[in-house]
């Protein structure tokens, strides 16, 4: 696989036509790309087709939608066309495509798949992911292919398949009806394959079998193809990783390829126009925070200080929130100053919450973190951050829901989730138990937390509340519900 981002002459986007080079939607993805592409658009690349394929898991294991559902394909076109993915929305659903836009997607769509060979390629656990992700796509793309479109794939990658003839079909319509879970069967094409290569529509008695063949519809076929796709995926990222070092001889690419299946790709919350007065956060916290900040902002209530991963997670948390730097830096000075002279803060602490807003050091406008970078934290003895449902033991985790009310049913739930390492199902669970609700968001982020929380409590998402309450909020948590209209 050659990306050739090293090579210092510069080459054309495609040579020769796109039209050429990329006659259809769906690909095999059997010719590496070879033109030279700058670093930015490379990373761009693989950020949003990393974005397409999270949107694939979380439809399943989130939404609980049943893969190629109308469901799980609706939730999939609407999140791509949310995140500004509207190209990998279209690829999705088979049309005809001519403008130079459709073209263009259909290159990014190539490129893309082949970085992120790159980054999964490396242990068994990302092969793993990738593979049924990629695999869910390339299913979602070819089932919803006319015949006309699948006829043409197989020219152009030399699949050698062809459907019954008319007579042929006449022959053994009755059978065809009768092992066929579809109603316009007279109008239908049927591919005559050896019974091995779709031994899934076998077991599941989809398909009529006659002398060793087994006779597909065309809306089946993709079981065929998917094995094969599957096959060579695999066998690709294995020649991949015995290149990786040769790969990796490009610095720059090092830490993208490494961090990538931890990458957050969504709102980075950075600049939020809500204005939220620090006298508000102990009611925010418990109404509206998600477990691992409502942790750090008890603890730092309690001990009037909090070590410096705490302080950088929970500071960034409540930037993007809305909490002004004026504000942080009373809220800190107000907490700190309970234990040490005002003199040892401003030398010791203020610095670094100016830090965070861009006013100190390099001046970056830093983001929050998101729940992969929490999950993915060091923490030790003593250390207040990062993920509950990860870092805390289950007594620990227990005693904490307990002791805000939550009902013995879903704290039950939570704490098997996460145990199963589905920590931010855990979190979605733990979500709709405080607000009484029933969403299965997707949390990706602590902040999205509090924003879709706020939305809630404002009546700004309409829901049917649970019958039954599962948690018991203390009158404090009710005192302040409309604190602030702007937000």
């Given amino acids: 696989m050659d990306l050739n981002i090293k090579r210092k002459s510069t080459k054309t986007v495609i040579t020769g036509s796109l039209l050429e080079t990329y006659p259809h939607d769906l690909q095999m993805y059997k010719i590496p790309p070879t033109e030279e592409i700058p670093l930015q658009e490379f990373e ?3 950020l949003e087709r990393l974005t397409l394929l999270r949107s694939l898991a979380t439809a399943t294991t989130l939404k609980g939608f049943r893969p190629f559902s109308d469901e799980w394909k609706e939730y999939i076109q609407s999140d791509l066309r949310n995140q500004g993915l509207k190209y990998y929305a279209k690829l999705c659903e088979y049309t005809k495509c001519g403008t130079d836009a459709d073209l263009h997607a259909r290159r990014k769509d190539h490129i893309a798949h082949f970085i992120l060979r790159l980054a999964y390629c490396r242990n068994e656990e990302l092969r793993r992911w ?49 092992s066929t879970p579809y109603q316009n069967i007279d109008n239908m094409k049927f591919y005559k394959v050896k019974f091995y290569e779709v031994l899934d529509l076998v077991r599941s008695r989809k398909v009529f079998l006659n002398g060793g063949y087994a006779f597909i519809p065309h809306r089946d076929f993709v079981s065929v193809l998917s094995a094969q796709f599957r096959t060579h995926l695999r066998q690709s990222l294995a020649v991949a990783c015995h290149h990786l070092g040769e790969i990796e001889q490009d610095e ?10 931890q990458s957050y790709t969504g709102a980075d919350y950075a600049d939020t126009k809500a204005v939220v007065p620090i006298e508000s ?19 730092l209530r309690l001990s009037h200080h909090l070590r410096h991963g705490g302080r950088l997670q929970y500071g960034l948390f409540l930037k993007g929130i809305g909490v002004t730097l004026e504000d942080s830096l009373r809220f800190w000075r107000e907490e700190f100053t309970k234990i040490m002279d005002l003199d040892k803060f401003e030398k010791q602490y203020s610095y670094n919450v100016r830090y965070n807003y861009g006013k100190e050091g390099s001046k970056r406008n830093y983001s929050p973190f998101s729940c992969l970078r929490i999950i993915n934290e ?31 049913q879903a704290i039950s739930e939570i704490v098997d989730t996460s145990k ?32 879709e929380s706020q939305k809630l409590l404002k009546g700004e998402i309409k829901v049917e509340i649970k019958k039954e309450n599962k948690i018991n909020l203390k009158k404090e948590a009710l005192d302040d519900l409309d604190f602030d209209d702007d937000l």
Avoid: W
């Fill in 252 to 261: 720059r690419l090092v830490c993208l390829l490494k961090g990538l299946h």
């Fill in 378 to 408: 060091t923490v030790g003895p003593g250390d207040c951050h990062g993920c509950p449902y990860r870092h805390c033991d289950v007594s620990n985790l227990k005693n904490k829901l307990q002791g805000y009310g939550v009902d013995p």
């Fill in 281 to 299: 956060l102990d009611s925010l916290s418990a109404k509206s925070y998600p477990l691992c900040m409502r942790q750090l902002h008890e603890q």
């Fill in 420 to 451: 199963k390492g589905h920590f931010q199902v855990a979190c979605s669970k733990y979500f709709d138990t405080i607000h009484n609700v029933d969403l299965g968001l997707g949390i990706n982020h602590p902040n999205q937390f509090f924003e």
């Fill in 130 to 178: 990738f593979v049924a992700r990629e695999l869910e796509l390339f299913k979602m793309r070819f089932m919803t292919m006319n015949s006309e479109a699948v006829d043409t794939f197989f020219r152009l990658n030399n699949l050698s398949y062809t459907n019954i003839s008319e007579e042929e079909k006449l022959e053994i319509i009755s059978c065809l009806r009768e």
């Fill in 44 to 46: 761009t690349l693989a």
